[in-house]
């Protein structure tokens, strides 16, 4: 199965709601990073995380490491939040790279 | 700083030609990755050097793939025989050491007709 679980797939909101995308992970890891891929393909850093919580602007992310998941909050949803988001994590049991979920496709309305 | 830089951006090859996709990573990073995304399979890890050395490459095609990293400031990912099945974005990216936040070029968007 997958090793890093996205939900939802996909998730459509009107501008200004609020939302909240989650990772569950199966691999043991211990650092945890947020992307957002926009229309053009450039994946953007979003959060690089340790286990807790960091926020920058309208978005928060947590990760909790003993339960294995991670979220991310999008708060006042904008036009330009619009694109797929990936968590990916590093697995400790392994080799030194990112495994990456699948991706929530986000689409933002007017 | 000018981000992670790949070239080119796409690619067309024929089935059986070789391809050449290059990336120069952020100065000062020591750890250069590949992926490959496609709809299908999403983002998938390809190779890994560290201070230019091959540190892992068990995500890569054993047969018609190769990468290498000459020097710190290019690496380069090869297929040869390109098949209709490598068509995919190549995605490049750096980082500064094992705990920091890795940052990936824009891609190179293979089609192999």
């Known amino acids: 199965g997958d090793q890093v679980k996205q939900s939802p797939s996909a998730l459509s909101l009107q501008e200004g709601t609020n939302s909240a995308l989650r990772c569950n992970f199966s691999?043991?890891?211990?650092?945890v990073q947020w992307f957002l891929q926009n229309p053009r393909g450039s994946l953007m850093n979003l959060f690089y995380?340790?286990?807790g919580t960091k926020e920058n602007g309208r978005l928060k992310s947590t990760f909790n490491s003993k339960e294995s998941y991670s979220t991310l909050h999008i708060r006042d949803a904008q036009l330009e939040d619009s694109g797929t988001y990936f968590c990916?994590?590093?697995?400790?049991?392994?080799?030194?790279?990112?495994?990456f979920g699948k991706g929530t496709q986000l689409i933002i309305q007017p | 700083n000018a981000g992670v830089i790949q070239t080119p951006r796409h690619k067309v090859t024929g089935k059986g030609q070789e391809a050449t996709l290059w990336c120069e990573p952020i100065?000062?990073?020591?750890?250069v990755f590949w992926y490959r995304q496609t709809i299908v399979q999403g983002l998938e890890f390809l190779t890994y050097?560290?201070?230019?050395?091959?540190?892992?490459d068990s995500g890569m095609p054993k047969e018609r793939f190769s990468a290498q990293m000459p020097n710190q400031s290019h690496s380069t990912l090869k297929i040869q025989s390109t098949q209709p099945q490598d068509s995919a974005v190549y995605l490049c990216?750096?980082?500064?050491?094992?705990?920091?936040?890795?940052?990936f070029g824009s891609g190179t968007r293979l089609t192999v007709l």
């Open positions: 990216a750096s980082r500064r050491d094992s705990a920091e936040t890795l940052y």
């Open positions: 691999i043991a890891t211990t650092t």
């Open positions: 995380l340790v286990p």
């Open positions: 990916a994590a590093v697995n400790t049991g392994g080799a030194d790279r990112l495994t």
């Open positions: 100065s000062g990073h020591s750890a």
């Open positions: 050097f560290r201070n230019q050395a091959p540190i892992d």
